[in-house]
């Protein structure tokens, strides 16, 4: 769901949605590249994401990942879920006297 939402606005590359997870996160979440990269290319696998090459002059060719329409949707369902999952966290983790 991280990466699904990071890259729904615009392309993006690994080393970017690594740096933005982290950096969103206060540092709590960090992304191991060598974890990363097989994870993106399975949500590229599963229709999710479409990845991209791009080459600039003076820089290291990257590879760039949209979502698709199926992330799209998937996406739309992984929020809703993840809302009703915190709000279940939050009622039974409420104080009780509150």
Do not use: C
């Not at 606005?9 to 970017?16: I, L, M, N």
């Not at 933005?20 to 590249?33: A, D, M, P, Q």
């Not at 915190?86 to 104080?95: E, F, G, L, M, S």
């Amino acid at each position: 769901m991280l990466i699904l939402s990071l890259v729904e606005r615009r392309p993006r590359h690994g080393y970017e949605i690594s740096k933005l997870i982290e950096g969103r996160s206060g540092g709590v979440l960090r992304f191991n590249v060598a974890s990363l990269y097989p994870l993106l290319y399975r949500l590229e696998e599963r229709g999710f994401v479409e990845g991209r090459w791009v080459e600039r002059a003076g820089q290291r060719r990257r590879r760039y990942y949209r979502l698709t329409a199926r992330g799209r949707r998937t996406l739309r369902e992984r929020r809703s879920m993840w809302r009703d999952f915190v709000k279940a966290i939050r009622q039974i983790t409420a104080a009780e006297n509150a």
